[in-house]
């Protein structure tokens, strides 16, 4: 039997062993540790539907073990998040380069 073709009774297909898949490298340094780290959204208020008060949304992200690097997969849709901040001109002043 094919291990791959396995599936866990679901019914919803193969299972997948990750394990014999190349592993994600940090497109930085190549290292293929990451680590969870918390980045925090500010949601205005208004669009979270809690009046004026802006709310901090806490967003898990992966981040290279070795040289804090944000894997490429989140960084991508981080930008989209700070575009969206730039062209609704909401905060300029909050803004700042994204170091960790
Ligand atoms: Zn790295």
Known sequence: MNDDLMN???GRGPVINPLKYPSVKCDNCGEELFE??????????VIAGNGTEDINYPVPVLVCAKCKTIEKT????????NKYQENNEVSKSQQGGLII
């Not at 969870?36 to 208020?45: F, S």
């Not at 989140?74 to 998040?81: H, I, S």
Request: glycine residues 20%; without cysteine.
């Open 8 to 10: 866990g009774g679901l």
């Open 74 to 81: 989140y960084r991508d849709l981080l930008e989209k998040g």
């Open 36 to 45: 969870e780290k918390i980045i925090l959204k500010k949601i205005p208020g």
